[in-house]
Nanobody
Framework: VQLQASGGGLVQAGGSLRLSCKATGVNFRIQTLAWYRQVPGQEREFVAS???????NTADSVTGRFTLSRDNVRRTLTLQMDSLKPEDAAVYFCNTNFRGGMYWGKGTQVTVSS
């Protein structure tokens, strides 16, 4: 299983970024996929998830600002992040659970300047 994340960068508060994660080595269509984020010295926290039938769940801190979607043809998970706040700055990781194992992509850094 490989999860390849991209799209991080530096943005001003109030701006937008789009993160993508391409998954290989799994039957993408049936996988629940998720994004987590982590600030140095803190625990990794849940951001958003999407099931195989497109049902999404987002953390309270990002609801209304972040939108998660999936493209089963391109095997890609996309996190659209709008109205970014300095507290959204973190390393973002895509994630899936496959055959009882948790798989993580390499993180992508999101920096939000105030």
């Amino acid at each position: 299983v490989q999860l390849q994340a991209s799209g991080g960068g530096l943005v001003q508060a109030g701006g937008s970024l789009r993160l993508s994660c391409k998954a290989t080595g799994v039957n993408f269509r049936i996988q629940t996929l998720a994004w987590y984020r982590q600030v140095p010295g803190q625990e990794r926290e849940f951001v958003a998830s999407i099931t195989s039938d497109g049902h999404t769940n987002t953390a309270d801190s990002v609801t209304g600002r972040f939108t998660l979607s999936r493209d089963n043809v391109r095997r890609t998970l996309t996190l659209q992040m709008d109205s970014l706040k300095p507290e959204d700055a973190a390393v973002y990781f895509c994630n899936t659970n496959f055959r009882g194992g948790m798989y993580w992509g390499k993180g992508t850094q999101v920096t939000v300047s105030s």
